[in-house]
């Protein structure tokens, strides 16, 4: 079956709320704190730039089974190695990538044997978003890792970069911030290939902090979809109706997790969502200039009955 924009559409919307299991950020020894410098900068001197489970997101396939999951760890870590490429950690596997492994346009890495790869989503190639001289606190990259055993693979998409220090956000004024999201929408069955069966939707972040009350909330609006590439080789993007709720939560730490939910007439029109599902983040930059996070998913298709996941990432500035 392919996954077209009302498939879309019911994995993100549902009668919405609930409780969500708390995301962890950073571990101390995991982060590098804004005062270090912006994230291109302190990866060209060496430090490795860790994606929590608040800053990312992702799937798990298995490739025999054409299944998917929610991966229960989608942690990772991206560091530039000797040649100037990127190494990343995720999965239980590090793929050193090297300068020939730079795709034709730029965007990205691929290994030689197509088992690992990943792009740059914050410039219009790697080289612009890995240049030391880009002031920006965060990051986001999109990848994926075949295991190299067990017919499983795992994509998804990472958010890192230099962390506010979280000892000084209670004296911050309130914040609003303004940027992007990204979803991508997969059925939990009958999952052949990524250009047959994986849908996407993007909106517009609006977020706002409230430092002093300790809490967080927002929304994704003026939303687009496409189906897959299988189903429309010229990737239009069309207008979708209804919004995302990034639902009030509790600041903890430098970062949140709250619940994700529909409004009425977008959940009314599509279908529903599962309990669970979440956005996450963390502040980044001086004055917690940036926030970005992931979006995790669960639904079911009105009109089949289909279960999906949805995977995704949001990226503000103040």
Known sequence: MLLGTSALLSACGGSG??????????APADQVL?????????????????????????????????????????TAKVSRNESGALTLVAG??????APGDLSEDGYGYESEDQE??????????????????????????????NAAEGGTGRQGFLVVGTETDAATLSALPTATYTGR??????PTTGFNSFSEDVSEARGDLEMTANFGAGTVSGAINRLEGRPPQAEDPTRTWSAVPGSLTLERTAISGNGFTGAVRADSGFTSAIGTVAAGSSYSGTFFGVGAGEVGGGLSLQGTAA?????????GFFSGQR
């Open 92 to 97: 239980g596997s590090t793929i050193v990538f």
């Open 17 to 26: 709320g609930g409780m969500v299991a708390s995301r962890a950020g950073n």
């Open 34 to 74: 804004a005062s270090e410098g912006s994230s291109a900068e302190v990866l060209a001197e060496g430090a490795t730039l860790t994606a929590s489970q608040r800053t990312s997101s992702g799937i798990t396939r298995d490739f025999e089974a054409e299944t998917a999951r929610l991966s229960p760890d989608t």
């Open 181 to 186: 999201s990204r979803i991508r929408v997969a």
């Open 116 to 145: 690992a790869g990943i792009w740059a989503w914050s410039a219009d190639s790697m080289a612009e978003q890995l240049d030391p001289t880009r002031p920006d606190a965060s990051m986001v990259f999109d990848y994926y890792v």
């Open 303 to 311: 009109e089949t009955g289909q279960g999906y996941v949805g995977w």
